[in-house]
């Protein structure tokens, strides 16, 4: 079987909501609530948060240390080198991209992203619920794609989008790089579930102080629908673009 590393990308800097991967609710981080979602995927052999070289940026290193998590330190603005210079740190046939932005992530959708990389390794090279047409509340994105794509990328790629966001270089290149669109049965994609403002932040505190353990996303969708009101915290918020 393929070898597989989670890399999650984690800073203190944030235009809208400095800090926010350290504020907390229900007793932990953001960033924590994330990556311990992230530690529950099966398919998963390595799980690194990767931070800047930033002063700002020790106290996640410390959380980390704290937490016996792996973590690697690199490039602020290059993101795509720290992503790759992480995964040269741990080897592997498979890389999946995560952010610790992502407090409701589901350990089932990673999966269901890696195995079906995995499934398809012989003709694709990118597997992801990002991919247009979107199905899933934006909080639950993931992305899996071999090494060898993201070592071209990496090679090639010099425009500062594609350097700032690991992965625009392998989804502007379809002739090069194959890629599977990962697809739910409903369309659920007007939910946001990520954290970038305040609106974002009340919205997740309410969710994750009546749900604060690991929980399958359509419960989660459940409780949002019996609570009126709440969908419509950060339904104004519009997602920064590439």
């Excluded at 359509?218 to 918020?237: D, F, M, R």
Aim: with cysteine; hydrophobic share 35%; proline share 6%.
């Amino acid at each position: 079987m393929p070898t597989v590393t989670a890399i999650m990308q984690a800073r203190m800097g944030s235009s809208r909501l400095p800090g926010k991967v350290l504020k907390t609710v229900s007793g932990k981080t953001f960033l924590e609530h994330s990556f311990e979602r992230l530690l529950q995927s099966k398919s998963i052999d390595h799980c690194i948060i990767a931070t800047t070289t930033e002063p700002a940026d020790d106290a996640i290193v410390e959380l980390a240390t704290h937490r016996k998590w792996n973590c690697y330190r690199g490039s602020e603005t290059n993101v795509l080198d720290r992503y790759y210079q992480t995964a040269l740190k741990y080897p592997s046939d498979i890389i999946v991209r995560v952010t610790s932005d992502c407090p409701l992530l589901d350990p089932e959708i990673i999966d269901l992203a890696v195995n079906t990389l995995i499934d398809n390794i012989n003709y694709t090279d990118y597997a992801s619920n990002t991919l247009p047409p979107r199905t899933y509340p934006r909080g639950l994105d993931v992305e899996a794609f071999t090494f060898k794509s993201l070592k071209q990328a990496w090679q090639k790629a010099t425009d500062l989008p594609h350097l700032e966001h690991v992965t625009p270089y392998i989804n502007s290149q379809p002739e090069i790089f194959n890629s599977i669109s990962i697809q739910h049965s409903s369309d659920q994609s007007r939910h946001r579930w990520t954290l970038d403002t305040s609106e974002d932040h009340e919205l997740l505190s309410k969710i994750l102080n009546a749900k604060p353990n690991p929980t399958h996303w359509l419960e989660i969708l459940e409780l949002v629908a019996n609570n009126p009101g709440w969908e419509a915290i950060n339904a104004t918020i519009e997602q920064k673009k590439i």
